[in-house]
């Protein structure tokens, strides 16, 4: 079946220093990636989506110059936390549509810490 | 703008008791509905896909129903096990996007 391969599954970081986040579809093209963050016993929520070619739609309230997504090529996408600080740890998880049959996959999940 | 509930928030069963997850959503414009679980730390399991036009999936011990024009799907777990310990997520597709319910937080004791 579908799987979008995520990398690191943890991170811990020193404040101000960036972090990157990679997803990567292993057998299907990846046309469109959502990113997702989760905060401890809450559902996720979505941060923005990123389409193949194109420029990332964010969500209200998501800073596009913090979080930078690329999508520069149909099978991978990345999520790049600048400059970060300790209240940006967090649990960040990526997912792809995989066809009308199969709804999304999900990658495995990055544990961001920021000291 | 739809809203997706999960009931209860968090459920504690003994095992070989069937598991009865809820799940309700606003706006009946959905493409599909998905269940998922989530262990500790990690990503989503797919566990069920119920298409818009379809009524159940089934899945082993796992059922899923969708009842669209009331916004409602139900997860049954049969016989559940002490591995059936997570949190289990409902999500509906709609206009691109994926909305989630908060959760339901799974304990199935020995």
């Known amino acids: 079946g579908a799987v979008v391969s995520q990398h690191p599954s943890w991170v811990i970081c020193k404040s101000g220093t960036s972090v990157k986040i990679e997803c990567r579809s292993l057998?299907?093209?990846?046309?469109?990636m959502f990113w997702y963050r989760q905060f401890p016993k809450q559902s996720l929520m979505l941060m923005a989506t990123s389409n193949e070619g194109s420029k990332a739609t964010y969500e209200q309230g998501v800073e596009k110059d913090k979080f930078l997504i690329n999508h520069a090529s149909l099978t991978l996408s990345t999520l790049t936390v600048t400059s970060a600080h300790p209240e940006d740890s967090s649990f960040y998880i990526c997912?792809?549509?995989?066809?009308?049959?199969?709804?999304?996959?999900f990658g495995s999940g990055t544990r961001l810490t920021v000291v | 703008k739809q809203e997706v509930t999960q009931i209860p928030a968090a459920l504690s069963v003994p095992e070989g008791e069937n598991l009865v997850l809820n799940c309700s959503f606003t706006d009946s414009a959905i493409y599909n509905l998905q269940w998922f679980r989530q262990d500790p730390g990690k990503g989503l399991t797919s566990l069920l896909l119920i298409q818009s036009s379809q009524r159940e999936q089934t899945s082993g011990r796992l059922n899923a129903s969708l009842d669209k024009s009331s916004g409602r799907s139900t997860l049954y777990i049969a016989a559940s096990q002490p591995g059936d310990s997570a949190t289990y997520l409902c999500?509906?597709?709609?206009?691109?996007?994926?909305?989630f319910g908060a959760g339901t937080q799974v304990v199935v004791t020995p």
């Open positions: 999500a509906v597709s709609g206009w691109g996007k994926l909305q």
């Open positions: 997912s792809a549509p995989t066809g009308k049959d199969y709804g999304y996959t």
């Open positions: 057998d299907f093209q990846a046309t469109t």
